[in-house]
């Protein structure tokens, strides 16, 4: 039963891509309806998958193919926690979408590409071989550089070939690394190779594609570009889906697989340290509204990493955590961003002020996913970003700890910024309304989970800690 759940999480949405554009054709309502439906259905599938988790026994399923390869899908904690985040958030997405995506055409292409981006993310997450791992790896770009690309304008367009070149260039290097890896064990199977020790070489080049998917410095550039494209497909990338992929991949491979030389649990921080700064000083001199949120981005992602790689349970905890507040606060940041955006027409905030007063629910969804984004008690992204900075204290290194305070610091300074350009002063734009009731429906939901994620912290925590449970 449990492994029927997890082919449903999955192929769901990448069979449905293939009729979306067939029953958009005929009748745009139902595409919309057809494309949450399967979205929403990869969600309930890897949720129903956490009792067969939570009861000790994660759900395998192993198949053998000629030429003595072979393929599965596991059920584990960090699999489970990864496709629920990303489906959940992209479900919300979807809905946001019907608002802020009417008036635009190829929304058949939009949709479909949507859906094939969620059924990546969980054909990612629940493999067991690296080669599937780097077949859905690409999937994912190639979904990342049509929507980038969505208004089909040179710019939007030089920028989605930007993105394209970038991750799968570091896809690449990485599957380098998987054929050494084959070399050195003779299997492509996780499931076979955990616990064994892999060279520096190796993890120096699986490093290159997470590095370049997680737009961590000095591989970071194309995703502030990214905010070229619409607003849910920001969203989706920062927060659902893009990035999120190459913190799992190092969970997943350096966590959960293989050994590798404790040097890596202070190179691995320190570059992430390195990025957190320079991403949140850009951030604090950006003035479009979108830059901004992106430079947060790559900054929070390294917190998340510094957790993953401190080589200690209480930051592995916390990062995995992080993933979750970030992606539900951030995701509301990209969300109440288009709102803005698509009432205003314009992006660049030094022309924004007062905006609080003419959308209210806004300002009040965009302070509230800020304020966990921020780390500000009781939001869910305290608790994430206490833990990843203990983690890294308490395995002795107490300089970068020191660091990510001041990036932290940094955090809210900038956010501050943000909302007090955009949202306080004298009003700007006084004719402005209150954007799409779908729209806003879905920034305050992303906005009250992201208190709620805080007040009712044991439970993500719980499943949370189940990962790296070999520290």
Known sequence: MGGNFIFASILVPLVGTCFLPVIGKKNSKLRDVAALAFIATAFISSTLALPHLLSGSPVTLHYELPLGLSFGFYADALAVFMAMTASFVGTVIVF????????????????????LFIGAMMGLVFSTNLIFIYAFWEISAICCWRLIGFYREEITILRANKAFIVTVAGALVMLVGFVGIYGQTGTFDLAAMKGTHIPPWIVVLILFGVLSKSATFPMHNWLPDAGVAPSPVTSLLHAAVLVKIGVYAYARLFVETFNIDKMFTVTVPV?????????????????????????????????????LSCGNKTGVTGGMLYILTHSVAKGGLFLCAGIVEHNVHTKDITKMGGLYKRMPLTA????????????????????AKYLVIDGIISSGNTILGAVFIAGAVMTVVYLTRLFVKVFLGQPTFPHVKEGDRRMVVSVMILAILSLLLGIFMPIPSGLASLVGGGL
């Open 96 to 115: 946001y979408s019907y608002g802020y995506m009417a008036e635009y055409e190829n929304q058949n292409e939009y949709y479909a590409m949507i859906c």
């Open 271 to 307: 570059v992430a340290a390195v990025s957190a700064l320079i991403s949140a000083g850009a951030a604090m001199k950006a003035n479009d509204i979108k830059r901004v949120i992106a430079y947060s981005t790559i900054s929070q992602l390294a917190f998340i990493l510094l957790g």
């Open 364 to 383: 009040l969804a965009f302070m509230l996913c800020a304020f966990s984004i921020m780390g500000i008690p009781p939001f869910g992204g305290f608790f």
